[in-house]
Each structure stands twice: as C-alpha cells, then as structure tokens.
C-alpha cells in the first residue's frame, strides 16, 4: 500500500506552485487576503488562464466556504477521490476545500484534538480530486501549532520541488507585528521560503469619496520587512465595500448609476462573469481589488523568478 506521502505527492504533482498564506495573530484578515488573493491570481492576465485552488485548513474557523458564496454546498465523492466545489461555476477553474463543507450546518463547532486534525489535512491533501492546477492557495489559521506542522510534514516532498512559498500578513499595531514575527521565525525553522509580507487593514477607505484614512498606525509591516530583509508585498486599508461583499459572499446589489471600472478586457465578459461568478464581479469594483492587483502581479514575478527542481 502506498504511503500517505507518496499519495500526497502523487495527487499534488501537477500543482506548479502551493502559496501557505500565515499570521500569527487572529483577526488580522487572513482569510480575507487568502480570498483576495485566489481571485486576483483567477483573474491575472495569463494565457492560458490560470487555474487556481483554494484549501481552508483553519479546521476550527473555516470562513471560506462563507466569503465564496458557498454556504450550504457539499463536497461530493468520485472514483478519482472528492470532488471540490467550484466558486465559479461551468468555468471549474477555482476550486474550493473547506471542512464547512462538510458539516451538517454552519453553526456546527469542530471539536477535535491533535490527530484528528491532522487526518483531516492530509485528506484535504491527498483524497481530493485537485487536477491541474497553477496555483493552490492555503489559508491557515492563526499561530504555529498542529495544523501547520501537519501542513508542512505533508508537504515536505513538495517542498524539496520549490513548489511551496509563504505570504505573511500582518496588521500595522506592535502586538500584531510581535507575533508574525514569531511567524517568520517558524517559517525560517521548517526552511519555507516567504515571498513577502502583506500589512492588512492599513487605513481606511472612505465609503463616499474612496479617501484612505490612517485611523490607527500604519507602516509597522513594511518597516519590519526592511529589518527582516524580505519583501514588502503592500498594504491594504480598511474596504467596506470589501467586507460587506465577503460578508454576503458576492451577493450585494449593483448600483446601477455606479460607473464601471472594469478594464476594457473585461467588459465583453461581463454579463457571463456577473452571473457565473458574481464574487469576481463585485470583487473587481472594491477599492481593495486595483492595489490587491499589484501584490498579485509581485507574487506571480517572485513565482516565476524561482528556479524548478
């Protein structure tokens, strides 16, 4: 019989690159980032157009399955292992794996130890059906604990590939940074290479002139990407049009006296993107998406810049 690592790699291989998206500290827009950032790799100029993956590891608090759009929904068996769900449709190019989609309701608590959440990860690893993909983005929870050692020993055959990279998000405020410190420090324990970090929730975007307010510190996360010697990714401010949209996974009202934004690429698209995938339509009008772009753009150039083994 085969072992769990040989499974792994085997079911991971044609996954060109895995981006384990950490902080040390809860509340900090993890899950958001994650969200953000699989949309905008989705969405990236690339031909062909890249498929991406999404797995939530955050065993405890799984919040993709609710910023997707995707409540309710149910991860279905096949020959070929479990079939993910797809945010956006027909298209079948974003793949979601969450452990909320596999409780009976939402409100439902997972109260499990040690080694059965590790079982669960290596499942989420091995036992779906994630085809082809460019990008499999993690979303992890807060800390260094079980589920990241878990994480990692069960990429470790991946790892020696160069296909796994870290992106650490952060908050301006010096508890926030403290503790992603100890994130670094994890990450240059287990060797996993970080690609940058990320400062969320760096001021605020006012909902009627878009204007961004610096309401508490800001600049912590690239100051402390200087002193780590690792890269400055961006910061994002407070979106409330973000967060009502993740919120609502996609379904918010269109303003029908709102001018468009969108790039002129994707305007024959629209009326097919808006219905299919209406996360990625709101997505594209939020103040966050134009500076999100440009992290997106920085990560694929780190990506592409690594050597393959």
Same mark, same amino acid.
């Given at each position: =019989?085969?072992?769990?690592?040989?499974?792994?790699?085997?079911?991971?291989?044609?996954?060109?690159?895995?981006?384990?998206? !950490?902080?040390?500290?809860?509340?900090?827009?993890?899950?958001?980032?994650?969200?953000?950032?699989?949309?905008?790799?989705?969405?990236?100029?690339?031909?062909?157009?890249?498929?991406?993956?999404?797995?939530?590891?955050?065993?405890?608090? +799984?919040?993709?399955?609710?910023?997707?759009?995707?409540?309710?929904?149910?991860?279905?068996?096949? &020959?070929?292992?479990?079939?993910?769900?797809?945010?956006?449709?027909?298209?079948?190019? !974003?793949?979601?794996?969450?452990?909320g989609f596999l409780l009976k309701r939402?409100?439902? &608590?997972?109260?499990?130890?040690?080694?059965?959440?590790?079982? =669960?990860?290596?499942?989420?690893?091995? /036992?779906?059906?994630?085809?082809?993909?460019?990008?499999?983005?993690?979303?992890?929870?807060?800390?260094?604990? /079980?589920?990241?050692?878990?994480?990692?020993?069960?990429?470790? +055959?991946?790892?020696?590939?160069?296909?796994?990279?870290?992106?650490?998000?952060?908050?301006?405020?010096?508890?926030?940074?403290?503790?992603?410190?100890? %994130?670094?420090?994890?990450?240059?324990?287990?060797?996993?290479?970080?690609?940058?970090?990320? #400062?969320?929730?760096?001021?605020?975007? %006012?909902? %009627? %002139?878009?204007?961004?307010?610096?309401?508490? &510190?800001?600049?912590?996360?690239?100051?402390?990407?200087?002193?780590?010697?690792?890269?400055?990714?961006?910061?994002?401010?407070?979106?409330?049009?973000?967060?009502?949209?993740?919120?609502?996974?996609?379904?918010?009202?269109?303003?029908?006296?709102? #001018?468009?934004?969108?790039?002129?690429?994707?305007?024959?698209?629209?009326?097919?993107?808006?219905?299919?995938?209406? !996360?990625?339509?709101?997505?594209?009008?939020?103040?966050?998406?134009?500076?999100?772009?440009?992290?997106?753009?920085?990560?694929?150039?780190?990506? #592409?810049?690594?050597?393959?083994?």
């Open positions: =019989m085969a072992s769990n690592d040989t499974l792994i790699s085997r079911r991971l291989q044609r996954v060109k690159h895995i981006i384990i998206v !950490l902080s040390g500290k809860g509340g900090v827009g993890k899950s958001s980032v994650s969200t953000q950032l699989a949309l905008s790799l989705y969405d990236s100029a690339q031909d062909p157009p890249p498929r991406v993956g999404i797995v939530d590891i955050d065993l405890t608090g +799984p919040s993709i399955p609710r910023m997707f759009g995707l409540d309710g929904q149910g991860v279905h068996q096949s &020959s070929g292992g479990w079939v993910p769900v797809y945010a956006d449709g027909a298209e079948a190019r !974003l793949a979601c794996m969450s452990v939402r409100d439902d &608590s997972v109260v499990w130890r040690g080694p059965k959440k590790n079982a =669960m990860i290596r499942q989420f690893l091995s /036992d779906v059906r994630w085809e082809e993909l460019d990008y499999l983005v993690v979303d992890t929870p807060p800390g260094t604990s /079980d589920e990241h050692l878990s994480l990692m020993e069960h990429l470790a +055959p991946l790892q020696a590939q160069s296909k796994l990279t870290a992106v650490l998000v952060t908050t301006p405020q010096l508890v926030a940074l403290t503790d992603t410190m100890k %994130c670094l420090s994890f990450t240059r324990t287990v060797s996993l290479p970080v690609i940058g970090l990320i #400062e969320n929730m760096s001021g605020y975007v %006012c909902p %009627c %002139c878009g204007e961004i307010t610096n309401v508490f &510190s800001t600049g912590g996360g690239q100051e402390m990407a200087r002193t780590e010697n690792i890269p400055f990714l961006g910061a994002l401010p407070v979106d409330t049009q973000l967060v009502d949209l993740l919120d609502s996974g996609g379904r918010i009202k269109e303003d029908k006296n709102q #001018e468009t934004t969108e790039p002129a690429t994707n305007l024959e698209n629209r009326s097919n993107t808006s219905i299919q995938f209406p !996360l990625l339509y709101g997505y594209r009008k939020t103040p966050t998406a134009a500076l999100f772009k440009s992290i997106t753009q920085k990560i694929i150039e780190s990506l #592409e810049a690594r050597p393959a083994k």
